[in-house]
C-alpha cells in the first residue's frame, strides 16, 4: 500500500532557523506502489467499470515511457468470481472477492444499470465492506450513480457528494443528510470523492491519476482517450424535467400551466390564483413541492425551451430570447449561463444540429 509521511527539516532564511515540514506521500507511493480495486457491481455498467481499471494500467504504460516506475497495482473486485455486466451481455471475472480485500489505498464504486433501489438491494452486501475498508484508511471513490451505494454506508452523512444531474432529486430524497453539489463534475471530501453523470467519470479518474501521479501522465491520457481534461460542470448537459413526482395536484396544475405559457408574462399572483392560494401560502407549497421557487422554475423551463431552440433552429440569440419570453438582452444571457454554464452563442456553438445563420 501507499502510504503519506511527514518530514522535518532545518533550514535557514535571513538568518534565522525555523521548522518547515515537508509531505512526501508521492514520493512514497512511488517507491511502494499503490493499490486500485475496481468494485465489479451486480447490475453494473460495463462502460463504467471498466475506464478505470484500463486508466491506471495505462497511467502505468506512461510512467514507463517517461523513464519512471509503474505505481499502480490495478484489480476488480467483486461479490463473486464472475460478474455480470449490462443485463448479461457481458462478464466480468475478478481478481479478488470483495470480502478477501482487507486493505486498499483506492476502492473506486462505478454505478449500476437501472433503478438505484435494485441496484443498492443487489450489492447490500458490499455496503459494509466498504464502510470497514474507509475506516482502515482506505480512499473511497464513487463513479456517476455509485454515489447511490456509497451514500448507503452512511460516509457521506454530512458531506458533499456528486452525482448525475437527472438522478440529484431522488439521491436528495433517499439520503437528505447528504449534500449534493448540483452540476459539479467532481467532489472531494475527507479522502471520499464522487464525480458527476455519465462521462464525467472520466475527470474524476484524470483527477485522481494527477493526485496520485503527476500531471504528465494525466495529460497524455487525456490525449491517448481523447478526454476533455478541463471540464469542471455538467450544467451545460442537463435537460430540466420538471419535478412531478411530489403528489400534489394543484402544484402540478401550476407546472401545466407554466410548461405551456413560458412565453407569456407570468405573475406569482396568476399562479397562486390557479390554485385558489394566497400568494405566500403557494410559494411555500411550489418550494416544497419542487425544490425550486416559482420564479427558478419559470426560468428552468424559458431555458429549457432556449437550449432547444438553439439546437434546432435558424433562429438569431434575439430572437429566441423574446421567444421564450425575455425582453432584456442582459436578463437572458445572465440567467442562460447561470444555469448552463455557456453563454447562448458558447451553447449554439458546442450542440447547434444545423449551420446558424446569425
Known sequence: MGYEITAVVKMTVFGGDYDKTIFLSCSLIAIVGMQISVFVPEYGVIEAVTPPFRTFHTANEFLTTFGKKPIFKVEYVGLKEYVPANNGEYMIKTNRLLKDVTETDLLIIPPTFGETAKGIQANAEAIPYFKKLYQKGSSLASLCIGAFLLAETGLLNGKKCSTHWAYISEFKERFPEVEVEDGAIITEHDNIYSSGGANSLWNLILYLVEKFADRET???????????????????????????????????????????????????????????????????RFKEATNNTAIEYIQRVRIEAAKTFFEASRKNVTEIMFDVGYTDTKAFRDIFKKITGLTPIEYRNKFAKVVNEV
Open 218 to 284: 494525466t495529460v497524455m491520457i487525456s490525449k491517448y482517450f481523447a478526454l476533455d481534461i478541463g471540464r469542471d460542470s455538467q450544467s451545460q448537459f442537463t435537460i430540466f424535467k420538471g419535478q412531478r413526482n411530489h403528489g400534489d395536484d394543484d402544484i402540478q396544475k401550476v407546472q401545466d400551466y407554466i410548461e405551456k405559457h413560458y412565453c407569456d408574462k407570468i405573475t406569482i399572483d396568476t399562479l397562486a390564483n390557479l390554485i385558489n392560494s394566497g400568494r405566500r401560502t403557494f410559494e411555500r
